[in-house]
DNA sequence: GGTCTAGCCATTTTT
DNA sequence: TGGCTAGACC
């Protein structure tokens, strides 16, 4: 067992005693205490026993948990080592770490318990590795690792991998794993769920090579903490003694393994505050249990709730409509968020509707240049949807105004494949025993060493109970391969040989980029002519200069797989697009939140796969998503919308009928949008300002909930069939009673006439006029965006985009350029938005 | 061993 | 509709 130099207990505290009346004295003084309110006090004051914290959104969390930290160490309570703060994911780690940083200044460097649940979960791991059965160098590995592994395991045990993928046994062993499961707890009846009742013995074969690799995957990092505390209760005593103080951030998001493992530990001394807010648990599809939350005060007795609800965020038109649509929720804890400040001059909740996404692209667009004339900042603006596949129309409207924007979440930096290629490199040369690094860039780049060389290599490998990387190295003076390969293989096992002498006589980050050099990988991608090959050398020497702030190659390592994200730029004055989850913790001035229909938010499958739980889920993120504004929020729907290319026409989400129509304003297609006109269609509930009838009576809901009962059981996203029959919802919306018929509806019954065959997108309106207008609005966005100087480039130029890579100007327009791109065909752009090739 | 094509699929995502 | 993967083919 290992003993920590650092762990001699602190004195008992004295609540009362001399030292602790000084210290509150000082606190005092210290101001941090300033400016709370009574129950955001309360929360950091209560230091002793089980605390949850039930902190609606805006209502100060952050400020909450990271004054209790300084509290808990101003007073004496604890030392910044026996302080256990997790969070879930770095950014956060890093946000809390900064902010108690001004409290307490260099303190917070003396916090190494301060960090996400698997960082410090390995960080346990590794002073014990050895009573898990690893060794403390363990690889950690990611999710493309951990796939390939279950390949070859499924194909080990002779199970037809057609039939049962190897996603899908991920996904399994994925779950089990954060119930806490291991291999042999898992029930029999799942186990014998997957390819004919091996699904269990899987597991645990995974499991057992995963040992012979010195790895760990994600899950293991909670589950093998868990199983190292259960077996050893010496060690379990250490850290419960250690850990004078345990807090932690989004408790709704735990899942059962992060339960068990914060039960472990707190049943020490109880000190454990959790904050969190059941409302805004959304990612109970990959195993939080919002029941963490809502049972706290059953597994942790005597627990003192507080419950912050006053919100220093958003206007209250926005709590209003938040707090109305989230009280439809069964399964909750019951907040009601209120705010003390009463502008008159608040915007109400604004709802609009449009024809179809193309057009709700153009009219955020337009709202956003609106808004920026007024002086809005761009970076105070964000459009949240529900699924990516949203974000394309509104990145390429606004390529066309020249709106600058930025697109949030994405692949994760060491999530690339060249990074995850380089890093694989460097796996390999650091731990010979990581097969499937090696196994990554055997052939990476291409060097004649295929699928049937690597089969010969692992068979010896089996045979002679050796990794690959030594097998190699061996193989290569032997005759068993073919010439070709065998000096290609050749190669490839000097050069490791070569960097790994270097290892001690080189910095680390010089001898990364020597490895990359030398095995050809930078070469390769300098080759390669696709639009995004500039980037990823960008990124490789982004990942060598971030080497420098490690020791050695090593600790670079395990940061990297842990806990390395991509720094996004931060200077550009720019719109913000994500998906609702990504914007959970963030906050905007203006939210524009487009898509609101029915089987798109709530997203169909939310409701298929989970029934009553999977809506409530989706009814949270539509929460969530409100509470993001501080001054405005605009909802839109689009009655027709493309789904896996084809056109279906959709219905109105519920969720809007379950906003406060006192705090709503319906925008009438005729008056704000009069430049597209159509608003209203399909909206037939939002017609003539009589819009959101009570609840539950409206037709929109009740078509909803037709169609989500209904026979057509299942049916796709938004009505499918029925949407693209002749006349299909469409007529059923002019049958909506108190619809006044004419005007727009003359329209849509004309669209929904020939609906069939038709895209909207190509002839929408079957009438060359409305066409041409069309053209003429986006010209005038096009001319009004930037000054007509001389044209800077002309016909047959060579360009490059930042978004669409290389291609030849075809036609000059002003500033508009018309190009034929490489790989993405035909555009037009502006030409402030392009650069000479 | 590398390239081409038919077939499949299609929320949300952190570590 | 479009991007990815497995298997056929050169």
């Known amino acids: 067992m290992t003993t920590d130099p650092r762990a001699v207990p602190a004195p008992e505290y ?47 969390k952050t400020r909450v948990l990271t004054t209790r930290i300084a509290h808990i160490l101003a007073t004496g309570r604890a030392r910044p080592s026996e302080l256990l703060a997790v969070t879930f994911t770095n950014k956060a780690a890093r946000e809390m770490k900064e902010r108690i940083g001004r409290y307490v200044g260099q303190a917070v460097e003396g916090m190494p318990w301060l960090g996400t649940f698997h960082a410090i979960g390995t960080k346990i791991l590794r002073r014990h590795a050895e009573m898990v059965g690893l060794k403390s160098d363990f690889s950690i590995l990611d999710t493309d690792d951990q796939l390939r592994l279950m390949k070859q395991i499924i194909q080990a045990e002779g199970v037809d991998e057609k039939r049962w993928p190897a996603r899908q046994l991920a996904s399994h062993i994925d779950g089990w794993k954060n119930r806490g499961l291991q291999p042999r707890e898992v029930p029999p009846g799942e186990a014998k769920a997957f390819a004919g009742g091996k699904g269990g013995a899987l597991y645990g074969a ?8 010195n790895a760990a995957d994600f899950g293991d990092l909670l589950l093998e903490t868990i199983r190292l505390f259960r077996e050893n209760a010496d060690v379990l005593k250490d850290y419960q003694r250690r850990f004078r103080y345990m807090l932690v951030d989004e408790y709704q998001d735990t899942n059962v393994a992060q339960y068990m493992w914060l039960r472990l530990l707190a049943q020490g001394n109880k000190n454990v505050c959790c904050v969190g807010d059941d409302d805004q648990s959304i990612y109970g599809w990959r195993g939080a249990e919002v029941d963490n939350i809502l049972r706290f005060e059953h597994d942790f007795p005597g627990a003192l709730v507080i419950r912050l609800e006053r919100n220093y965020r958003s206007t209250s038109h926005i709590l209003a409509a938040a707090s109305h649509l989230i009280a439809h929720n069964e399964s909750r804890l019951g907040k009601t968020l209120f705010t003390d400040s009463a502008d008159p001059e608040a915007e109400k909740v604004q709802v609009a509707s449009v024809w179809d996404s193309e057009e709700e692209a153009r009219a955020i667009g337009d709202e956003i240049e609106r808004l920026q004339r007024l002086g809005h900042a761009l970076n105070e603006m964000a459009i949240l949807v529900r699924a990516s596949f949203q974000m394309r129309e509104f990145e390429d409207r606004f390529v066309t105004l020249g709106l600058p924007y930025r697109v949030i979440g994405g692949p994760r930096f060491y999530e690339r494949q060249e990074i995850r290629d380089a890093l694989a490199y460097f796996r390999a040369m650091i731990q010979p025993a990581d097969d499937l690094a090696f196994e990554r860039i055997v052939n990476v780049p291409k060097r004649g060493l295929g699928d049937a060389t690597v089969l010969q290599i692992h068979a010896y490998a089996r045979a ?3 990794p690959l990387t030594l097998a190699a190295a061996e193989m290569v003076e032997t005759e068993e391969l073919k010439p070709k390969a065998r000096s290609a293989l050749k190669g490839l096992t000097d050069s490791f040989a070569r960097w790994r002498a270097q290892v001690d006589v080189i910095g680390h980050s010089e001898l990364a980029g020597i490895i ?63 998906t609702l989850h990504a914007a959970k913790g963030l906050e905007f001035d203006t939210v524009f939140l487009p898509g609101w229909e029915e089987g798109l938010f709530p997203h169909q499958r939310a409701l298929d796969e989970s029934g009553r739980a999977g809506l409530e889920e989706e009814r949270r993120l539509a929460y969530v998503g409100l509470t993001r504004a501080k001054q405005r929020v605009k909802l839109w729907f689009a009655s027709n919308r493309r789904v896996h290319g084809s056109w279906n026409s959709s219905v109105p989400s519920r969720f809007l ?67 693209r029959g002749r006349g299909g919802d469409d007529h059923e919306f002019n049958q909506d009673p108190g619809r006044p018929a004419g005007g727009f509806g003359e329209a849509r019954t004309g669209f929904a006439g020939y609906g069939a065959g038709r895209s909207p997108q190509r002839d929408r309106w079957g009438n060359p006029i409305v066409e041409k207008r069309l053209g003429k609005v986006l010209e005038g966005q096009l001319v009004t965006k930037s000054d007509a100087e001389a044209a800077r480039y002309k016909c047959g130029d060579r360009v490059f985009h930042l978004k669409f890579g290389n291609g030849n100007v075809v036609e000059v327009e002003g500033n508009k350029l018309s190009i034929e791109f490489d790989r993405a065909g035909r555009k037009r752009v502006l030409d402030s938005f392009v650069q000479p090739a």
């Open 657 to 723: 009928d379950e906003l406060p129509e006192p705090h709503v304003d319906v925008i009438e297609g005729k008056s704000s949008y009069g430049g597209y006109g159509r608003g209203g269609y399909g909206a037939s509930r939002f017609d003539q300002g009589a819009a959101f009838g009570s609840t539950y009576q409206t037709p929109g809901w009740q078509r909803a909930q037709a169609r989500i009962a209904g026979p057509a059981g299942g049916g796709a996203m938004g009505g499918g069939a029925a949407g």
């Open 206 to 213: 995974y499991q057992a090579r995963l040992k012979t690799l």
């Open 516 to 578: 990359l050099d030398e095995s050809g990988y930078t070469e390769m991608w300098q080759n390669d002519k696709s639009a995004d090959a500039p980037g990823r050398l960008d990124n490789l020497k982004e990942l060598i200069r971030s080497m420098d702030q490690f020791d050695n190659m090593q600790t670079f390592l395990e940061h990297v797989s842990l806990v390395m994200d991509a720094e996004q730029e931060a200077g550009l004055d720019a719109v913000n697009i994500m």
């Open 464 to 466: 002679k109970g050796i």
């Open 14 to 60: 004295r609540p009362g005693g001399i030292a602790a009346r000084a210290m509150g004295a000082r606190v005092e003084a210290a101001g941090y205490l300033d400016g709370l309110n009574p129950e955001q006090r309360q929360a950091i004051e209560a230091t002793e026993g089980p605390v949850l914290v039930l902190a609606g959104a805006g209502t100060g």
